[in-house]
């Protein structure tokens, strides 16, 4: 949606398998059933307290070795912000998202990866989405659970919200849209301009 002030993007970035790495990390050796109920639990905006996130993941010894990590990527199913992403989000107005500090080591288990890293708890949610008024999304087969979900090749346009969109925090989940971030404003703007989002991948909506 726009205004004359305010933009809404969305982007499904996280949801990218070009920025889906898996490392090994203690919590999920200890117990992978409470581990992805977890992961699952961050994805739909659950609350989650620092104890739930690891303080160390690393590299596996057969994966690829990796160089550099983008800004926003997936770690064994979390979101994940770069430390200067973070810098970004911290500027705005992100309510009561939180984000969590890890370090990511390579496969000595030894040595850290440069830079600083971050489990990205997004906690505020949304329901802006407007499926009649929207262009281009998949239905859901289920619409009990939600509306639809973000399909490849988005055009500006293509989805529509509502209003509400416009109130309160620059960052969310609407989960009535699955596999969908919401971002607005100047922080949208941002993040494009310091090239931390892809732009091809994120749309304005009117």
């Keep these: 949606m726009r ?3 305010e933009e809404v993007w969305v982007t499904d970035i996280f949801w990218s398998t070009t920025v889906a790495f898996g490392f090994g990390c203690e919590a999920r050796e200890r117990d992978m059933k409470e581990f992805v109920a977890n992961v699952r639990a961050s994805n739909y905006g659950a609350v989650l307290e620092a104890d739930v996130f690891p303080n160390e993941m690393w590299e596996m010894p057969k994966k690829k070795k990796l160089k550099k990590f983008p ?3 997936r770690m064994n199913g979390f979101d994940m912000v770069s430390g ?6 911290r500027r705005h107005n992100i309510g009561d998202t939180k984000m969590f500090p890890v370090t990511l080591l390579k496969k000595d288990r030894k040595t850290p990866h440069e830079g600083e890293f971050f489990f990205l708890n997004i906690r505020e949610k949304k329901e802006a989405f407007d499926p009649i008024a929207s262009r281009k999304f998949t239905e859901s087969p289920n619409r009990e659970f939600w509306k639809g979900s973000v399909p ?3 055009s500006d346009n293509d989805i529509t919200v509502d209003a509400t969109a416009l109130v309160g925090p620059d960052l969310w989940l609407d989960p009535s849209l699955f596999r969908s971030y919401f971002i607005k404003g100047a922080l949208a703007r941002e993040l494009i301009e310091r090239k931390m989002i892809p732009s091809n ?3 304005d909506h009117a």
């Design 71 to 73: 800004h926003m990527f």
């Design 201 to 203: 991948r994120v749309h």
């Design 3 to 5: 205004t004359t002030d």
């Design 84 to 89: 200067e992403m973070a810098e970004v989000l």
């Design 152 to 154: 490849l090749g988005l």
